[in-house]
């Protein structure tokens, strides 16, 4: 029997299998979450723009941070170690799974999330609404929602499990958590990753307001490791550029869309979420679709047929 028939876990959008003893297979489904709890309804291809997405970024960042990501060739999963469906224990099919999968280094996960903000938005608006500082770090008075903040700064948070809520920390407490050294060159690994990132989005005329990073370490020596999904619409809060306007929220091409509407429903933001109409639903989709292609460059279309991010 294979190892890859050990499944490991499902996560808000990926399920995780064993390949070998240093090898897993990251599965992205079109499960959407919200508030920290998977919604009921997917999102048709999410699951393809995010591992598209991190693909591409994966490449991109490759000489800066090493990173997990060995193939997203399903070709490079050998048949045999293809994962089963919990419901028959059968093969999921290749056409299931092309263009989802994420063939992986194994590495030592550390147990903190970063999240890096070169704008106020989000958790991070109402943590300054209300006492002018977030993760410990104090800002300037007077910031709106959606103002660019004087420089990047890095925001850790604890990593709970799906439906709980993460908690963020000051870097202290993270330092605490994971060592000094190695939170300090999470620190500046990150704030690294951001400022390529943002410069790339912004010639594909999309400011990337914030976003969260995952890191590891190999087993035995502690070199850095940028693992999970990275720079998505999952992870990351991309906005118009062109139509960004201080004071309130931003146009934006990830999942605040899904949010927006939440918030709308009078729901208390405990599973089950509500059902997403086919509007939003569509305008969801539509929204990750023109990211993938702003930043990639590629048409969304010719990777479904070709699975070719240029």
């Known amino acids: 029997m294979s190892v890859a028939d050990t499944f490991i876990r499902a996560g808000k959008v ?11 297979l990251l599965v992205a489904s ?64 290749a056409d299931d799974l092309r263009g989802r999968v994420m063939l992986c280094r194994r590495v030592d996960v550390l147990p903190v999330e970063v999240i890096v903000r070169g704008y106020l938005a989000g958790s991070g608006a109402k943590e300054y609404a209300v006492g002018g500082a977030i993760a410990g770090i104090e800002l300037p008075r007077g910031l709106r929602e959606g103002d660019r903040l004087p420089e990047a700064i890095l925001t850790p948070s604890t990593k709970a499990d799906v439906g709980r809520h993460d908690e963020t920390i000051t870097f202290d407490d993270m330092a605490a958590i994971i060592g000094t050294s190695l939170a300090t060159r999470v620190r500046e690994a990150a704030l690294m990753l951001y400022d390529v990132a943002a410069t790339r989005c912004e010639r594909a005329g999309i400011l990337l307001a914030d976003t969260k990073f995952e890191f590891g370490v190999w087993p035995g020596p502690e070199d ?3 693992v ?29 869309f899904v949010r927006d509407w939440l918030e709308r429903q009078g729901w208390d933001k405990t599973a089950p979420g509500p059902d997403l109409p086919a509007d939003v639903v569509d305008g969801t989709r539509r929204r990750y679709v023109e990211a993938f292609e702003r930043i990639t460059g590629a ?11 240029e």
Do not use: C, M
């Open 299 to 309: 048409s969304f279309d010719r990777y479904l047929e070709e699975d070719v991010v």
């Open 224 to 226: 850095l490791v940028l």
């Open 30 to 93: 079109d499960r959407i979450s919200a508030f920290d709890v998977v919604l009921p309804t997917p999102i048709p291809d999410k699951g393809k723009v995010l591992t598209g997405l991190s693909r591409f970024w994966f490449d991109e960042t490759s000489g800066l941070v090493a990173n997990h990501l060995l193939s997203t060739d399903l070709d490079d999963v050998d048949p045999i170690d293809r994962p089963r469906s919990g419901s028959d224990g059968r093969r999921v099919e």
């Open 14 to 24: 990926r399920d995780l299998y064993a390949v070998s003893a240093d090898r897993l």
């Open 228 to 256: 999970d999904e990275v720079l998505t619409s999952d992870s990351s809060r991309f906005w118009d550029a062109a139509a960004w306007s201080p004071g309130g929220p931003q146009p934006s091409f990830d999942k605040q």
